[in-house]
């Protein structure tokens, strides 16, 4: 495939995750419409058009579609990246916050997904769900969020199985703690310890096999490789866990 022939529509793209995905899809010579709903914390690299749209309203999701179609004519990968966190307890969570949250975090996906598709089902694409250790492992005052991500993983089930005769296919990425603006604010929750931020960030590392948390970088590799048909081409339907063993190891031992 000749240089920059692909493309890949990432959103969330001004995130931890997202700033990763973008400069590694980019540097993978990708072509890459890299949408947020704030302007880029960065120069772009050469491959890389910014869309600055609010992916919680589908009227903007819609048109942002039309002028990928318009520009590329193609779209090889949909990595759907872009999220928002609520950090409470259930009871103080309100149902403005709840909508708020599973717009972004769950019907963008459905938008984008109907969107995309026509372009992802003419070259045979991919798509890629960001979601969450949280939709197998969870902890207090996450609920919302929690919940967004698990519905993800039946959605992406469900994308697999209806979009596999058109050779589309459908993974997700479950990212465990990772070095973001997001787990800053997460550990706000008092899950760990009362110390600084770099202390709270010392003791989640103790929980993990590996020891440590995770970079950005890391999850845009599993990103890539689940995106890119030469590398996971027998691969649908599947949940990546990407947490330096936090998940497999019982909360009693």
Do not use: C
């Amino acid at each position: 495939m000749s240089k920059r022939e692909r493309v890949a529509l990432i959103t969330g793209a001004n995130g931890g995750i997202g700033l990763a995905v973008v400069g590694y899809f980019a540097e993978k010579n990708w072509r890459v419409a890299a949408v947020s709903r704030s302007k880029l914390g960065f120069e772009l690299p050469e491959g890389v058009e910014f869309y600055q749209v609010d992916i919680g309203d589908p009227a903007q999701v819609k048109d942002l579609f039309k002028q990928v179609a318009d520009k590329y004519g193609r779209l090889d990968t949909l990595v759907n990246n872009a999220a928002i966190q609520i950090a409470k307890p259930l009871l103080e969570t309100s149902i403005e916050e709840w909508d708020s949250l599973m717009d972004v975090n769950l019907r963008a996906v459905f938008v984008s997904v109907k969107e995309a598709y026509p372009l992802l089902k003419k070259v045979h694409g991919s798509i890629v769900n960001i979601a969450s250790v949280h939709a197998v492992a969870t902890s207090a005052d996450i609920a919302s969020y929690a919940a967004s991500k698990g519905a993800m993983l039946a959605l992406t089930r469900a994308m697999a199985i209806e979009f596999a005769p058109d050779k589309v296919r459908v993974n997700t990425v479950l990212p465990g703690a990772v070095d973001t603006p997001m787990l800053d604010a997460g550990l706000s929750r008092g899950h760990v310890s009362d110390g600084s931020l770099e202390d709270k960030k010392a003791e989640l590392a103790n929980k993990t096999v590996i020891g440590r948390v995770g970079t950005p970088e890391e999850i845009a590799h599993a990103i890539h490789f689940l995106a890119n048909n030469s590398l996971s081409s027998f691969m649908t339907g599947q949940s990546m866990i990407v947490d330096g063993g936090a998940t497999i190891r019982l909360s009693t031992e």
